[in-house]
């Protein structure tokens, strides 16, 4: 199966980021020892322009991880056409061990990723780069996290064999059931409906105080990151029945297919984005000795924020369009 | 909205003129760019023409067997093909969730003359008059037939039966056609020694999609010899044989990609004194490294990004339009009486985005640290 053209992209794409981090990694060792805007050493000059390069390195290597993670979840929905029992991705990933470590770990270095590059921008609105220390500190844990990523994903792609029988969504996510995923989809509409509402609206709130007044990113990157489980918990509830207009069919991959508007892309995208982006204004409060955003960089945290927002009020439009245009009624 | 938008726009406004800048720097050495430039488009078209061929013939498989049976039931003697009788045929009816039995007609011809095989079969509806016969194109392209000809085989009992040429198939249907003969079950039976009763095989409907698989449990049940073909096996069988094909040439290319993406970071390390003066220059007048760096990755971006644009589009026309004479053989197979067929135009996003991980990311990847290597040059090194 490794002779698929998607499989070879997505390890040529690993390759490529992994050199590119591991050229940066000395570096940023030295940065973490060595940093001090304050003094004149020949060393903190080479530092400050050898910083530039690896940013956009990092930079580079942050894109490559963002589509990476869209390419893995469309490659394991288009390859479930190869595996007997296999209807989206989860027969995909199910058809081999590891597949779904493999998809977790591509889902956080996507987060680590856009987290790094929002705390990058910031860092360089500020005269001193107050952040450039911690943000290079944050690469030494990135690539080893890197290197597990593309090795499981390997070691996944490795095991996939075309005559496997696989189990789909059914079992998965089958609210009878006693794993977690059961647990979820058995998860009463109602409940459901509220907390997804509750935590939509918090999340809403806080990126409207980063977005007038600069402070709180902290707040907003926590709710944002408990919105996240909360939304997907209320999408394989009871998103994913309006759209499949079944009660009992609650798989959150069947809705990334073209039968379904690729809906499940208008779900996942904005909420995903929305949450990476609140995680690093987060992220870059954390890392600043204020615990704040530091000042020079308010004015893009703000904008940054409106993005938020902006995001989260297009994912509220989806998911009301969902519920709306639906056949199905789950309550009276 | 607004506040944003005027907030957004310096920032656009600054990529511009980056971009403007790039674009006329990159005019100014028109020779340097041009040869790298034509290498680059050639590695698309060959990378994107493989990727748009095996995804056309791809769709093309997926159409074809979507008319095809849901479950055909061939029976094996000693591991090989056999022929089927009318009790087997009753045996299966009983089958709960089995729409229609078609017994099927069918079988292979070698012809000396022109060293191919045809495939011979009765229609099980409308099949044509007896002593007439219905020809694929290829047929009657390499023997020379036309609708009125007399065309003779040798049958299995030694002698030769003529039959006359009834019709012949649309060009539009070669891909299924090309070497097919429709005849009535009076000629095709003493032609391929089928006796009376038995048949090539079966094909059965099953009214519930989801329950072929167990259809197919039952027939093996009834029918131990038998060996069930299911059309989703046929089609995962024709994915996995296309992406197996299209997946190893992709590898190969992988090498020219490499060679290419070393050539791209020796051409990049190496700076012209021209403009090495022009980044002095740039510096001298208050660039920082960032913004010498920005306008280079510019550079690389315009280049690829025209690159992979020319060269998609020309492996489009190439697979498309002038139906793929560079990969016909590789990727579609070998046969005598090989259809002629052009592919109906299909481009898959995501294929564009996998494309776009072979081709553009490596070669940017190849241009930063040479790119950043001209940015941090001192000025006054430079013009001195």
């Known amino acids: 199966m490794i002779f698929q053209p998607a499989i070879l992209a997505l390890l040529f794409a690993d390759l490529v980021a992994i050199l590119l981090l591991s050229w940066t990694l000395v570096l940023a060792y030295r940065v973490v020892r060595h940093w001090d805007l304050h003094r004149s050493t020949a060393l903190q000059v080479r530092l400050e322009r050898q910083t530039v390069l690896a940013a956009t390195l990092v930079a580079f290597a942050c894109l490559t991880q963002g589509l990476s993670l869209l390419l893995l979840v469309h490659t394991a929905d288009a390859l479930s056409e190869l595996f007997t029992g296999a209807m989206c ?16 770990l591509r889902i956080g270095l996507f987060f680590l990723a856009a987290s790094w590059l929002v705390v990058h921008l910031l860092d360089g609105r500020c005269p001193d780069y107050p952040l450039t220390r ?11 996290m890197s290197i597990l990523a593309a090795w499981w994903q390997g070691f996944y792609f490795l095991g996939l064999k075309s005559d496997v029988i696989t189990s789909c969504c059914g079992g998965l996510f089958d609210a009878r059931g006693a794993s977690f995923t059961a647990e979820l989809s058995g998860w009463p509409v109602r409940p459901a409906m509220w907390a997804v509402g509750i935590s939509w609206l918090a999340v809403t709130a806080a990126a409207l105080r980063v977005a007038l007044s600069g402070n709180g990113a902290r707040l907003l990157a926590l709710l944002a990151a408990i919105n996240l489980l909360v939304m997907e918990a209320g999408v394989v509830s009871f998103v994913s029945s309006y759209v499949y207009e079944h009660p009992n069919h609650h798989c959150p991959f069947c809705m990334l297919k073209v039968d379904y508007q690729a809906i499940g892309y208008g779900i996942h995208g904005p909420l995903f984005l929305a949450t990476a982006l609140s995680l690093g204004l987060g992220l870059a409060a954390q890392l600043n000795p204020t615990r704040d955003i530091p000042d020079p960089a308010r004015p893009l945290a703000r904008r940054l924020a409106h993005v938020v927002l902006r995001l989260s009020g297009v ?14 009624r789950l309550m009276e | 909205m607004g506040r944003t938008g005027s907030l957004m726009s310096p920032w656009i406004e600054r990529q511009a003129a980056f971009i403007d800048h790039a674009v006329r720097a990159m005019g100014r050495r028109r020779a340097h760019q041009i040869g790298l430039w034509l290498v680059y488009t050639l590695l698309v078209f060959l990378l994107a023409s493989v990727m748009l061929f095996a995804h056309a013939l791809r769709h093309e498989a997926r159409l074809l067997l979507r008319d095809a049976p849901e479950l055909v039931v061939q029976r094996l003697e000693g591991g090989r093909h056999a022929l089927l009788s009318a009790a087997h045929l009753e045996s299966l009816r009983a089958i709960r969730g089995v729409g229609q039995i078609v017994p099927r007609l069918w079988g292979y011809y070698y012809d000396p003359i022109s060293r191919a095989n045809y495939t011979l079969m009765t229609p099980h509806d409308d099949p044509p008059p007896p002593g007439r016969m219905i020809i694929g194109a290829g047929i009657a392209r390499v023997r020379g037939l036309a609708v009125g000809d007399l065309f003779s085989l040798k049958g299995g009992d030694g002698k030769s ?8 198939f649309s060009s539009a249907s070669e891909l299924i056609s090309s070497d097919l003969i429709l005849m009535h079950e009076a000629d095709l039976r003493p032609l391929l020694s089928i006796p009376e009763g038995w048949y ?11 329950e072929v698989a167990k259809v197919a449990e039952k027939v093996m049940q009834r029918l131990p010899e038998a060996r069930p073909i299911l059309r989703a096996e046929l089609l995962r069988t024709y994915h996995a044989l296309f992406d197996w094909r299209e997946g190893i040439l992709l590898t190969l290319l992988s090498v020219v990609l490499l060679a290419f993406v070393i050539l791209v970071w020796d051409k990049a390390s190496g700076l012209g004194a021209e403009e090495r003066r022009e980044i002095g220059i740039l510096k001298a007048i208050g660039w920082q490294t960032g913004e010498v760096l920005a306008m280079k990755l510019w550079e690389g971006a315009i280049l690829s990004l025209s690159a992979f644009l020319v060269g998609y589009v020309l492996a489009y026309l190439h697979i498309f339009v002038a139906p793929a004479p560079l990969l016909e053989a590789m990727l579609k197979g070998w046969a005598v009486l090989y259809p002629a067929f052009v ?23 190849a241009m930063v640290i040479p790119a950043w290597k001209a940015a941090v040059t001192d000025p006054d090194a430079v013009m001195r």
């Open chain 2, 161 to 168: 039966h003529a039959l006359t040429v009834h019709g012949t």
């Open chain 1, 134 to 144: 911690a943000k290079f500190g944050l690469l030494l844990g990135w690539l080893p």
């Open chain 2, 343 to 365: 592919l109906p135009p299909r481009v898959d996003g995501v294929q564009v985005l996998t494309l776009f991980f072979f081709t553009v990311f490596p070669f940017i990847a």
């Open chain 1, 315 to 328: 994912l509220a439009l989806v998911l009301v369009w969902v519920v709306q245009r639906s056949h199905l």
């Open chain 1, 89 to 104: 991705a989860v027969g995909t990933l199910n058809a081999a061990p590891g597949g779904f470590i493999a998809l977790d």
């Open chain 2, 200 to 210: 090539t095989d079966l094909a059965l409907t099953v009214a519930q999609p989801r």
